[in-house]
């Protein structure tokens, strides 16, 4: 018997899809590593909104970086020798970007500048930066994911304190982790784990550690599991399934509450973020079909910008 009532579905629309002109031969290193005898024109990812209303969005296995209009339409932002995964846009505007080769990285949006921000730990390379995300106080904490999961669960979570420049490894046993939110008091990360299939709750201590960390929800399984999250105003957290093709809202305790289906044939939703005049549209990458996709929620996202300069 289930625990739970079954979520409430709810259905999704295309806001917009990348334009062909922009589509690539379908071959890169990243393809071949990650989606082998594949043939992939785009990978979208890390869906940012600016403070003017436009919606930034990544396209990995080309190194790029597209801002998008109100209207849904499409401007080239960046093209370089990188893999962008994440991207997260801090209160000055600049883009944080979490690029699989280079470490995160800083972009400007005006004129397409890169600078690296954090490319390594103590002298040692990254696996793989995914995702990243900030607290009020500026503090940046992201994924270290690289090709770990349930054969090597060695993925990692990482705390960066602008002040001290302390960089902390929050965790170092994860199965994959990928997208990450801190609760609504920011007292727990929430850590979507791909190949482990479950959201890990990681409570926050004072010195930068953690402790009984703990699975917060159960994802279905499948080919693939949690990517992306969000949090909306009331503490409820929104959840990408990259092999289901939906989007999950769980409430601040773990109960499960709706499903919002995708309207295309594509079933790899990887990440989402929260814009729109009052906060309450949802937005959300479809990989597969290089489409965003956009429902309505109930609940206001939670605003993403930090307090303190970095």
């Not at 409430?8 to 290193?29: A, I, L, N, Y």
């Not at 024109?41 to 109100?70: H, K, M």
């Not at 690029?99 to 103590?122: A, Q, S």
């Amino acid at each position: 018997m289930s625990l739970f009532a079954p979520p409430k579905e709810r259905s999704t629309e295309v806001f917009t899809r990348m334009p062909e002109e922009f589509w690539r031969d379908g071959d890169s290193d990243w393809v071949r590593a990650n989606k082998p005898g594949q043939r992939v024109a785009n990978f979208l990812e890390g869906p940012s909104f600016d403070r003017d209303g436009n919606l930034y969005v990544t396209d990995i296995p080309y190194g790029r970086i597209f801002r998008i209009s109100a209207s849904g339409e499409w401007e080239l932002i960046v093209e370089y020798d990188g893999w962008p995964n994440g991207l997260k846009i801090h209160q000055d505007g600049r883009l944080f970007v979490a690029d699989y080769r280079k470490g995160v990285l800083v972009v400007d949006p005006v004129n397409g500048r890169i600078e690296p921000f954090l490319t390594h730990r103590r002298s040692e390379s990254f696996k793989g930066v995914n995702d990243l995300f900030f607290d009020a106080d500026g503090c940046l904490y992201f994924t270290d994911q690289g090709q770990t999961g349930m054969h090597d669960p060695s993925g990692r979570v990482f705390r960066y304190d602008p002040t001290s420049t302390r960089l902390d490894c929050l965790l170092d046993n994860g199965p994959s982790p990928n997208g990450l939110v801190l609760d609504l008091e920011e007292k727990a990360l929430l850590v979507a784990m791909t190949r482990g299939n479950a959201i890990w709750r990681l409570p926050l201590q004072g010195d930068s550690q953690t402790s009984k960390v703990g699975v917060f929800a159960a994802m279905a399984g499948g080919v693939s599991g949690a990517d992306g999250l969000a949090l909306d105003k009331a503490g409820s957290l929104y959840v990408c399934d990259a092999g289901h093709g939906c989007v999950w809202s769980f409430d601040r305790f773990g109960v499960p509450l709706y499903c919002y289906r995708t309207c295309t044939s594509g079933r790899t939703l990887t990440n989402l973020a929260f814009g729109g005049t009052d906060g309450r549209e949802l937005y959300i990458t479809d990989s597969s079909t290089g489409t965003v996709l956009r429902t309505v929620t109930e609940q206001a996202g939670k605003p993403l910008f930090s307090h303190r300069e970095i």
